[in-house]
């Protein structure tokens, strides 16, 4: 179907969908990028703040510090989740359409757990969030993955609701490839987050 | 496919071309008056007193003249295609011919004289550093700076308890500062010697001078610090070592 | 959807943006001192929220939730087609729209940027002229800056990155079409949220907002952390959505080294503002942090850092320096063989030239804190980064220049922007050197000389490059031709302005003056004096500008498709452009620098496929089919037939 039957073209030109597909993949990419740096500069702050100890107030006197057990639990939540949707992309990609609804579903509710998982943790630390540098960067470090969370799960959400409305087949599904590469992207986000936040104390203690 | 020409020849044909006649004019005329106007901007600098303005003084003459000739080379040809090259009309001009697509040998001098420019800048700098920070060996005085909404205060450790809002050096010998802060970032300038360190809270940072004038110059803030950034400014006296030790005994401390 | 526009964005952004506040109001704790910061932030966040709720950006996502997506009558109405001026005030898509969007945005931002820098300068026309108040003086500093730096980082990239660069690649439209309108209307969001800093406190602490001058700042400085939230997000959506656009939608044949030198400059400002402005971001995150709760990211007793922020600041401010320039003087770069009817001298190096510009602005961020003290040892280390940059931007000069060599210089308004910049951009490259040198810069940090040395590069070089930019696609952008005689007054007033401002204010910066006071010595009277003349020439040479864009774009000569003569695929389009630009998508054969080479056309007819009814322009022949993916895609990234018409040294 092509307009130039009329001068005026009254439609506008209709684009192979693997190529907006293509196309996409790449913005999702840059866009991914630039989130990247948003939480390479936290991870930057984390460590910076850590290295210089101004002050010897890194940590507070006799501060508690948060769990670094409940952290990789939450990372783990995160990457299971990411895990258990690349099956879904997998079921798709050869067609099972039930079975990329079904995984999905899974994958959705281990991410609300996880998320409200992030919540609990967000609430429950053992310190308030001006305690010390080391509280502040927890709980902001926690408050952008609880964000990160929230984004993937509306993704992961449509995912699903789509799915069941089989919008989604064997050759017409590059956007569960997309949410899928933004999902692993999250984990690893999440990985690197938990990573980070395991050093506690500050290397710095000298005059 | 004709046989090239011995580079000679081709040199010298080249340099009777009437826009490389024209241009090296220009270009001539405009590194000389560069290189005449290259010592202004030390002037305006005003009267150095320590080694320290004397070097950066230096260093704004000397990237000036190392400068100029790139500077004129460009405003010569930007000068000469509006002198000679132009076009009047209301119409696009012809295209022009021949037309040229690149020419490696200008490629490869200008990237060859901008590299050797970027070299000597960066081997003047390392040197200049060096020098300026070589001058705090013997015996430093320390002077303990702090910043504050909008005050500096100076205090002298090692002569007992003296304090000051305006800073007391000795003629000739080195000084060490300590520089900090009580509240927001402040940046200690010390005008007419060249020398300026931010004052961060809660953080320590150093600079040294040795002043090599007699008389009064200026401290002033160079980092916004609120309402009344533009008043945080005070006076710095550079005494002989005796009224320096007068001043000191007289303030409580020892010497 | 259909009913939605300016008017009802700005009613839900007040709806929400009142709703949140009496939320905020009523729940949070009142004893504490940072509840009004808090309040702030919540209202401008919910009057962002309900603003984009109002022009329906959350449409698209939340019908794609629910599984319909949107039909095709939706994409033609949310393109634009047949509402007239009323496009102009909707969530549309059409990258023209968008473009024409942009550039009054910047317009408008130009005019208060300018404004305040009108007031700053007659604060300073004598020492003491208490003109301002220090408080009002310092906000209005930190206005000025931020809101020239946001006008200035889109003033290319927006209005011809939007406009002009799918034209010249041949494309129909954006990548993204509505991720573009979605970053066009969240700029509109944050400039009530900006200004509204001035009616709370103002951003007494410039631009830069340092720590932890801006953890004690008025409420102000929560609209002005929001405000550059928004404009990160902005950014990185418009940055991923150009540089996509010219990653796979160039047309069939238009290899990279076929790619007009202006899209190579657009993409690398946009693609380096996408790892730039969130770093930017991050740091307004942790300074909301510390103003609304209590953080102590940037407050040294608790553990913070001041040197945390300038550190983030940084990383993000210098590249955002080239962000701003490189477009500018690349469009610069992109009309000079047009107007010196030769081919551009050089393109590879063009294109090293602005990668390696590129590259190296990551790696100089610490440049700005030599004085700072945060680590002495690295100063040399960036002293090196810092002077390496003027190698490539040597090399941008030299094609500006051997594309100049021997021409036939056509000293339209747009080249004579050109000359400008060259006049301009030395000034501003040398006197760059000097403060790259970390002795002199710890005599010159600071001081006025500073701020006259980056206005000499982000004005002189930016500002003029846009100005050139806008005179030389006007006539495609309004189809319009820009009235000679007013331009011409206004090029010569801002020039000549601009030059007396900043030359005074060198002077007065080596003479020790430092940057944002409210008053000074009177030993720097003069130099002040003739600086403050001089803006005023400026403000006068700008309001001619938009007098002169004002009464072209209405009334001026109508211009032919192609007034210039030029070679790019934006000048084949006729004039008023066709919705989706090309009907039959154009196949290049050639990089459109080919002057003087004979009848070589840019655009061949493609084998074997019919020539459509509809006559084209002249320049382009037949060509590919309607909905063609190859074509769209950008046919052969990697260049098989490279080759021809380009890298011919010719002498």
Known sequence: ?207 | ?255 | MRRLNLGTAVAGGLVVGYLAWYLAHHFLQTDKASTSDQVTLITSAGWALGFLIGIGAFHGPLTWLSGRDQSHEDETFLAGKGQGVGRYFRFTTDHKVVGIQYLVITMVLLAVGGTLAMMIRTNLITPHSGFLSPQTYNSVVGLHGLTMILATIIMVTGPFGNFIVPLMIGARDMAFPRLNALSLWLLVALVPVLFSAAFMGGIPTGWSGYAPLSDQAPPGMDAYLMAIILFALSSAIAGANITTTILTMRARGMTWNRTPIFVWGVMASVGLAIPAFPMFMSSMVLLGVDRTVGGQFYVASGGGNPWLYSNLFWLMGHPEVYVIVLPAVVALMELTPVFSRKPLFNYNAAVLGIVGIVGLSIMVWAHHMYASGWAPALNGPFMLTTELISIPTGVIFLVILGTMWRGRIWTTLPMMATYAMLWNFIIGGVTGIYVSDVPADYALHGSMFVTAHFHYTLMGAGLTGAIGALAYWFPKMTGRMLERGPGLVSFWLVQIGFNVTFLGMFAVGLAGQPRRVVHYDPAFGVGNTVSSIGAYVIGLGMLVLLYAVVVSWRHGEVAPANPWGAKTLEWTVPNPIPLENFEVLPVVVADPYGYGEGDVPGLVPAPGVPVPREPQPAEVGATGDGPDPLAAAGGPLTGDDASQGTGRELQ
């Open chain 1, 1 to 207: 179907m092509t307009s130039s039957e009329t001068a005026e073209a009254p439609q506008l030109h209709v684009e192979d969908p693997d190529l907006i597909g293509r196309r996409w993949r790449t913005g999702v990419l840059l866009l991914i990028v630039a989130d990247a740096a948003f939480v390479a500069a936290l991870m930057f702050s984390y460590f910076y703040l850590r290295g210089l100890n101004t002050q010897h107030a890194w940590l507070a006197p006799g501060q508690a510090t948060a769990s670094i057990a409940v952290s990789w639990l939450l990372a783990l939540g995160v990457v299971v989740s990411a895990a258990v949707f690349r099956g879904a992309d997998r079921a798709i990609r050869s067609g099972h359409e039930g079975r990329f609804v079904s995984a999905t579903a899974v994958a959705l509710l281990v991410l609300l757990a996880t998320t409200v998982g992030q919540f609990l943790q967000l609430s429950n630390f053992p310190f308030g969030v001006a305690d010390s540098a080391y509280s502040s960067a927890l709980y902001t470090m926690a408050g952008a993955n609880f964000v990160h969370l929230l984004i993937t799960a509306f993704l992961a959400v449509a995912m699903w609701n789509r799915g069941r409305q089989h919008i989604y087949t064997a050759t017409s599904n590059w956007q569960v490839q997309l949410v899928g590469l933004w999902w692993t992207w999250v984990a690893l986000a999440a990985v690197v987050g938990a990573f980070t936040t395991s050093f506690i104390t500050s290397p710095n203690v000298g005059g």
């Open chain 2, 1 to 255: 496919m004709t046989t090239p020409q011995p580079f000679g020849v081709r040199a010298r044909l080249w340099s009777r071309r009437p826009e490389v006649r024209g241009i090296f004019l220009i270009w001539a005329v405009l590194t000389a008056l560069l290189c005449a106007f290259a010592f202004v901007p030390s002037r305006i600098m005003g009267p150095a007193a320590s080694p320290t303005m004397d070097a950066v003084k230096s260093t704004m003459t000397v990237f000036t003249i190392a400068a100029a000739p790139v500077a004129a080379f460009v405003w010569a040809v930007a000068l000469y295609s509006l002198l000679r090259w132009r076009h009047r009309g209301s119409g696009p001009p012809e295209d022009a011919r021949p037309s040229m697509r690149s020419n490696r040998p200008a490629t490869a001098v200008w990237l060859v004289v901008s590299s050797v420019l970027c070299v000597f800048l960066l081997v003047w700098g390392l040197a200049e550093m060096q020098s300026v920070s070589r001058a705090s060996a013997a015996q430093p005085l320390v002077v303990d700076v702090t910043g504050q909404q909008w005050v500096w205060t100076f205090s002298y450790p090692a002569q007992g308890k003296v304090e000051s809002d305006q800073l007391y050096l000795p003629v000739n010998r080195p000084v060490v500062f300590h520089v900090t802060s009580n509240d927001v970032i402040h940046s200690f300038w010390v005008v007419q010697m060249g020398i300026k360190v931010d004052a961060n809270p809660g953080m320590t940072t150093t600079t040294n001078v040795t002043p090599n004038k007699l008389g009064t110059f200026d401290v002033r803030c160079a980092e916004l610090c609120g309402l009344l950034h533009a008043d945080m400014e005070t006076t710095v006296h550079v005494v002989d070592a005796s009224a320096f030790r007068s001043w000191v005994v007289e303030n409580g401390g020892h010497v």
